[in-house]
Nanobody, 120 residues
Framework: QVQLVESGGGSVQPGGSLRLSCAAS????????LGWFRQAPGKEREFVGR????????NYADSVKGRFTISTDNAKNTVYLQMNSLKPEDTAVYYC?????????????WGQGTQVTVSS
């Protein structure tokens, strides 16, 4: 099993920045990829981005490309989501996820989520 705990959410004005963190514990050696998802009120959960554990390659949803960056600190078993130029439509609960397979779509482990609110 893998446990994921997010932190760093909060409220920010449009154009501002936030950095989310997700600490992994347990069988972290089994993690092939880490991802971030979000769910806004009344909407389905959507993919934000992911990073492959062994080579650091990333890909992002078009809606966040160029504004959000995913990185990892392997010594701390932590993945980050740096969010810049935030917009009101980025308001959502953000979830960290981990998957065993590097390139399959599915993620087996999920964090509890952290709220991000972008508002003036």
């Amino acid at each position: 099993q893998v446990q994921l705990v997010e932190s760093g959410g909060g409220s920010v004005q449009p154009g501002g920045s936030l950095r989310l963190s997700c600490a992994a514990s347990g069988r972290t050696f089994s993690i092939g990829k880490l991802g971030w998802f979000r769910q806004a009120p009344g909407k389905e959960r959507e993919f934000v981005g992911r990073i492959i554990s062994n080579d650091g390659s990333t890909n992002y949803a078009d809606s966040v490309k160029g504004r959000f960056t995913i990185s990892t600190d392997n010594a701390k078993n932590t993945v980050y989501l740096q969010m810049n130029s935030l917009k009101p439509e980025d308001t959502a609960v953000y979830y960290c996820a981990a998957g065993v397979s590097r390139y399959a779509r599915d993620f087996q482990y999920w964090g509890q989520g952290t709220q991000v609110t972008v508002s003036s």
